[in-house]
Nanobody, 124 residues
Framework: QVQLVESGGGLVQAGGSLRVSCAAS????????MGWFRQAPGKEREFVADISWSGGATYYADSVKGRFTISRDNAKNTVYLQMNSLKPEDTAVYYC?????????????????WGQGTQVTVSS
């Protein structure tokens, strides 16, 4: 069983930066692929980024590539999403997810555990 708790969301102006964090419980964090997804009002939850168990491989949605950076600290059981050059269209609830696999995953069906989400609002 893995519990995930996101933090760090908030309100930021367009062009600004924000970092969201996800603290995980359990001793298997270091062997799991971790991902970030987001869901805007009236839209489906979409993939943002994921990171391999070692942190050596990362994948990004085209919409955030070059602006967002995913990272992890296995000693702290925490995964981060650094968001720069934020745009109003980045406004969404951001969810952390853990996969019971070391393989990359880009769909919601690939992940087994989810956090409660943290709101990110980007004003124009």
């Amino acid at each position: 069983q893995v519990q995930l708790v996101e933090s760090g969301g908030g309100l930021v102006q367009a062009g600004g930066s924000l970092r969201v964090s996800c603290a995980a419980s359990g001793r298997t964090f270091g062997s799991r692929t971790m991902g970030w997804f987001r869901q805007a009002p009236g839209k489906e939850r979409e993939f943002v980024a994921d990171i391999s168990w070692s942190g050596g491989a990362t994948y990004y949605a085209d919409s955030v590539k070059g602006r967002f950076t995913i990272s992890r600290d296995n000693a702290k059981n925490t995964v981060y999403l650094q968001m720069n050059s934020l745009k109003p269209e980045d406004t969404a609830v951001y969810y952390c997810a853990a996969r019971s696999s070391t393989l990359p995953g880009w769909g919601t069906q690939d992940y087994d555990y989810w956090g409660q989400g943290t709101q990110v609002t980007v004003s124009s």
